[in-house]
């Protein structure tokens, strides 16, 4: 069980981070990567033969501004994908965020909030357990402990 995590400039590092902890949290073995759909576009071909080839089972692709990594890698492959739009200085993300989610037919990009790594983490995670059902468990665990945060919230309101 594998997940690839592709950043389209290291400047996406630090929501890279937030997904792998996700994957970290249920053993999810990963791999990290820069591949820019426009600067590298030879490599995001090369990836994915590897990726095909080297028993990845979901990429998820984190890019900003002209956000078109996640569609490249979509086009590319038959493995699933999860974008995540990252904040860029211009439009607050939203540039990013169009360019991820709006695809054409036949190119499903699973998209993800802006700067939303945990999320992509997760529904990785929830992608991986249907074929994994140690993972399933593992989900309705951290589910359950999601809960108890609310709870423990609520225990502690003062007016």
Partial sequence: ???????????????????????E?????????????HRTPDKAVEFVKDAEENNTEVIIAIAGKAAHLAGVLAGLSTLPVIGIPAKSSTMDGLDSLLST????????????AING??????LAVQMLSLKYPKLKEA?????????????????SLNF
């Fill in 1 to 23: 069980m594998k997940v690839s995590v592709i950043m389209g400039s290291i400047s996406d590092k630090e929501i890279a981070k937030k997904t792998i902890e996700i994957l």
């Fill in 101 to 112: 989610v709006q695809m054409p037919k036949g190119v499903p990009v699973a998209t993800v």
């Fill in 139 to 155: 989900l309705k665990e951290y589910k359950v402990e999601l809960k108890k945060q609310v709870e423990e919230m609520n225990g």
């Fill in 117 to 122: 790594g945990e999320n992509a983490g997760l």
């Fill in 25 to 37: 949290k249920f053993n999810i073995e990963y791999e990290v990567k820069v591949i820019s759909a």
